[in-house]
Nanobody, 123 residues
Framework: VQLQASGGGLVQAGDSLRLSCAVS????????MGWFRQAPGKEREFVAT????????YYADSVKGRFTISRDNAKNTVYLELSNLQPADTAVYYC?????????????????WGQGTQVTVSS
Protein backbone atom coordinates (compact mmCIF):
# COMPACT_ATOMS: atom_id res chain seq x y z
CA VAL A 1 0.00 0.00 0.00
CA GLN A 2 1.34 3.42 -0.96
CA LEU A 3 0.14 6.85 0.11
CA GLN A 4 1.11 9.98 -1.81
CA ALA A 5 0.37 13.30 -0.15
CA SER A 6 0.37 16.57 -2.06
CA GLY A 7 -0.94 20.11 -1.96
CA GLY A 8 1.29 21.76 0.61
CA GLY A 9 2.92 25.11 0.10
CA LEU A 10 3.84 28.51 1.45
CA VAL A 11 0.85 30.70 2.28
CA GLN A 12 0.01 33.74 4.36
CA ALA A 13 -2.00 33.78 7.56
CA GLY A 14 -5.70 33.58 6.77
CA ASP A 15 -5.19 31.70 3.51
CA SER A 16 -6.52 28.27 2.59
CA LEU A 17 -5.03 25.09 1.15
CA ARG A 18 -6.32 21.69 0.13
CA LEU A 19 -4.16 18.67 0.79
CA SER A 20 -4.73 15.42 -1.08
CA CYS A 21 -3.57 11.91 -0.35
CA ALA A 22 -3.87 9.28 -3.05
CA VAL A 23 -3.81 5.66 -1.94
CA SER A 24 -2.79 2.75 -4.13
CA UNK A 25 -2.18 -0.95 -3.68
CA UNK A 26 -5.08 -1.70 -1.40
CA UNK A 27 -8.85 -1.46 -1.01
CA UNK A 28 -9.22 2.19 -0.09
CA UNK A 29 -12.73 1.72 1.28
CA UNK A 30 -11.32 -0.69 3.90
CA UNK A 31 -9.14 2.01 5.46
CA UNK A 32 -9.92 4.50 8.17
CA MET A 33 -7.91 7.53 7.11
CA GLY A 34 -6.16 10.13 9.19
CA TRP A 35 -4.11 13.28 8.88
CA PHE A 36 -1.31 14.09 11.29
CA ARG A 37 1.26 16.86 11.41
CA GLN A 38 4.71 17.43 12.82
CA ALA A 39 6.17 20.84 13.45
CA PRO A 40 9.94 21.38 13.85
CA GLY A 41 11.09 20.23 17.26
CA LYS A 42 7.69 18.82 18.17
CA GLU A 43 6.14 15.38 18.21
CA ARG A 44 3.75 14.22 15.54
CA GLU A 45 0.18 15.18 16.46
CA PHE A 46 -3.26 14.09 15.38
CA VAL A 47 -5.20 16.46 13.11
CA ALA A 48 -8.27 14.66 11.73
CA THR A 49 -9.70 11.25 10.96
CA UNK A 50 -12.51 9.92 8.79
CA UNK A 51 -14.36 6.62 8.77
CA UNK A 52 -14.22 4.16 5.90
CA UNK A 53 -17.38 5.43 4.22
CA UNK A 54 -16.87 9.03 5.25
CA UNK A 55 -19.91 9.32 7.51
CA UNK A 56 -17.91 10.03 10.66
CA UNK A 57 -15.13 12.54 11.22
CA TYR A 58 -13.21 13.77 14.22
CA TYR A 59 -10.83 16.69 14.67
CA ALA A 60 -8.20 17.93 17.03
CA ASP A 61 -9.47 20.90 19.02
CA SER A 62 -6.77 23.10 17.52
CA VAL A 63 -8.19 22.71 13.99
CA LYS A 64 -11.89 22.20 14.64
CA GLY A 65 -13.95 24.63 12.60
CA ARG A 66 -11.02 25.48 10.31
CA PHE A 67 -10.04 22.14 8.77
CA THR A 68 -12.29 19.66 6.97
CA ILE A 69 -11.43 16.06 6.18
CA SER A 70 -13.23 14.25 3.37
CA ARG A 71 -12.72 11.28 1.10
CA ASP A 72 -13.68 10.10 -2.35
CA ASN A 73 -13.65 6.32 -2.38
CA ALA A 74 -14.11 6.25 -6.15
CA LYS A 75 -10.83 8.15 -6.50
CA ASN A 76 -8.98 6.41 -3.64
CA THR A 77 -8.21 9.82 -2.22
CA VAL A 78 -8.59 11.58 1.12
CA TYR A 79 -8.54 15.35 1.41
CA LEU A 80 -7.84 17.91 4.08
CA GLU A 81 -9.20 21.39 3.51
CA LEU A 82 -7.28 23.92 5.60
CA SER A 83 -8.78 27.37 6.07
CA ASN A 84 -7.88 30.44 8.10
CA LEU A 85 -4.34 29.10 8.35
CA GLN A 86 -2.14 30.43 11.12
CA PRO A 87 1.63 30.31 11.66
CA ALA A 88 1.03 27.67 14.34
CA ASP A 89 -0.27 25.38 11.58
CA THR A 90 3.19 25.27 9.99
CA ALA A 91 4.23 21.62 9.86
CA VAL A 92 4.76 18.62 7.66
CA TYR A 93 1.35 17.04 7.14
CA TYR A 94 1.12 13.27 6.84
CA CYS A 95 -1.74 11.09 5.72
CA UNK A 96 -2.13 7.63 7.15
CA UNK A 97 -4.29 4.55 6.61
CA UNK A 98 -5.62 2.27 9.34
CA UNK A 99 -7.09 -1.20 8.77
CA UNK A 100 -9.24 -0.80 11.86
CA UNK A 101 -13.01 -0.37 11.75
CA UNK A 102 -13.48 2.86 13.71
CA UNK A 103 -11.99 6.33 13.49
CA UNK A 104 -8.68 6.62 15.26
CA UNK A 105 -6.60 9.44 16.73
CA UNK A 106 -3.56 7.32 17.68
CA UNK A 107 -0.68 7.50 15.22
CA UNK A 108 0.93 4.30 16.48
CA UNK A 109 -2.11 2.30 15.44
CA UNK A 110 -2.05 3.36 11.79
CA UNK A 111 -0.71 0.79 9.36
CA UNK A 112 0.51 2.85 6.41
CA TRP A 113 1.94 6.35 6.04
CA GLY A 114 2.57 8.81 3.27
CA GLN A 115 5.75 10.81 2.86
CA GLY A 116 4.36 14.12 4.10
CA THR A 117 3.75 17.49 2.51
CA GLN A 118 5.07 20.76 3.93
CA VAL A 119 2.69 23.54 4.90
CA THR A 120 4.29 26.84 5.84
CA VAL A 121 2.20 29.77 7.01
CA SER A 122 3.77 33.21 7.22
CA SER A 123 2.42 35.95 9.45
Amino acid sequence: VQLQASGGGLVQAGDSLRLSCAVSGGDFSEFVMGWFRQAPGKEREFVATISRLGETTYYADSVKGRFTISRDNAKNTVYLELSNLQPADTAVYYCAADLGVIINIWAEEYDYWGQGTQVTVSS
